[in-house]
């Protein structure tokens, strides 16, 4: 919300104040005439006039003559974001890729670049050092420089500092992650876990737009959750919050590398995925894709063969509704991919044995339409998270 200058507001906090929460709008929400910039953010319009002026003139903003207009008179003008004036660098450590992206305000990805990984081989001081490599080769493609940098990482982070308490699929324990690449990079960087960064993603460009309490479940080689209430990202002491991977949902299960038996990651990870659909474990990721495209033609084949992980499945998502009540529940990774049938399978089943569920009634459960992005877009949104604060 913009604010107007009261007694012991010092007018240029107030200007910047009300800068950073026009510039979040249109980054968040897109271009708006200076009318509905004023109404929405609770502005006069002479003081839109003069901060769009003031961004105008540094080239961070654009005005148009909208297209379409309403009604007689002289339109109001369309204020745009100008997607290179504000760029951010947003980097995804996958377990066996890395990507790195310049992301532009209005969240478009400029440019990006991406290198394999061997699964559980990249040490930090080669991530980092190719990390600098992709932030220069972008830079002298776009021609733009990266304000701040946002991190993705698939582990347990300290969102101080982006210490990297252990990311078990990478083999990294203790790593300073977050310091070297301040270090190397010479940018603030906030590093934070690819499945809360997930579910800042869906949030913010994804499926989850307009809801305000999501829970975002996400399965690749591991399985991790992130959750969004009140419209607001949980974080808990230390920005831990939201293992959903490792809740022990079968404690007569495989044990799992944390100490517990039978986690929800060891019944709908990526092992367990291959083991229901009759793959070898390690099958690369392409090929679990194409066999659960495969399966979605036939749903009753589909239901019989993922039968016991839609179990699992539906069971761990109860626990994350009766704990978390959200309105919308999104599943990432490959559970995105899983064929229609199934999600709709488990959401009757979450539907009937949850007592939030049963409550509200109108729980959604809905795939990740980012396509694989999901933790660049929210590393990416993580860094303009910062930019735009609003203080
Ligand atoms: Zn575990």
Redesign the pocket.
């Known amino acids: 919300m913009a604010v107007a200058p009261t007694a012991g507001t010092r007018p240029d906090e107030v200007r910047r104040h009300n800068r950073a929460a026009l510039l979040r709008r249109l980054h968040l929400d897109g271009p708006a005439t200076r009318a509905e910039l004023a109404a929405e953010l609770g502005l006069n319009r002479s003081t839109i006039k003069a901060l769009v002026d003031e961004l105008s003139a540094v080239g961070v903003v654009s005005e148009e003559v909208p297209t379409h207009r309403h009604g007689a008179g002289r339109p109001s003008l369309l204020v745009l974001p100008q997607a290179h004036a504000v760029p951010v660098l947003a980097v995804d450590v996958g377990v066996e890729q890395v990507s790195v992206a310049v992301a532009g305000v209005g969240g478009r990805l400029l440019g990006a670049r991406s290198w394999t990984l061997p699964r559980g081989q990249g040490t930090p001081e080669d991530v980092v050092a190719g990390i600098v490599r992709s932030r220069v080769d972008l830079v002298d493609e776009l021609g733009c420089e990266p304000t701040r940098a946002g991190v993705s990482v698939p582990g347990v982070v300290r969102r101080a500092d982006g210490l990297v308490h252990e990311a078990p699929n990478l083999h990294w324990t203790g790593v300073p992650f977050g310091s070297l690449l301040v270090e190397a990079l010479e940018l603030p960087v906030d590093v934070g876990n690819d499945a809360d960064l997930g579910a800042l993603a869906e949030h913010t460009r994804g499926v989850a737009r307009t809801s305000q309490d999501v829970v975002f479940l996400s399965a690749d080689v591991g399985v991790g959750g992130g959750v969004i209430l009140g419209g607001v990202s949980l974080r808990g002491s230390g920005g831990y919050v939201g293992e959903l991977g ?1 809740m022990v949902v079968n404690p007569a299960g495989r044990q ?1 590398y ?1 100490g ?1 038996r039978g ?1 929800l ?1 060891t019944e709908i990870g990526e092992d367990a995925l291959c083991r229901a659909l009759n793959l070898p474990t390690g099958t690369p990721r392409s090929l679990i894709v194409a066999e659960l495209r495969s399966l979605a033609a036939d749903d009753e084949l589909a239901l019989h063969r993922l039968a016991g992980f839609a179990e699992w499945l539906a069971l761990g998502l109860t626990n994350a509704l009766n704990l978390l009540a959200p309105e919308l529940i999104v599943l990432g990774g490959l559970l995105a991919v899983l064929p229609p049938a199934v999600v709709s399978s488990v959401t009757v089943a979450v539907h009937r044995r949850s007592l939030v569920g049963r409550a509200a009634g109108s729980v959604r459960v809905a795939t990740s339409s980012l396509a694989g992005d999901a933790a660049l877009i929210g590393a990416a949104e993580l860094a303009f998270e910062r930019v735009f604060a609003v203080s």
């Open positions: 490792h799992c944390c517990c986690c990651e």
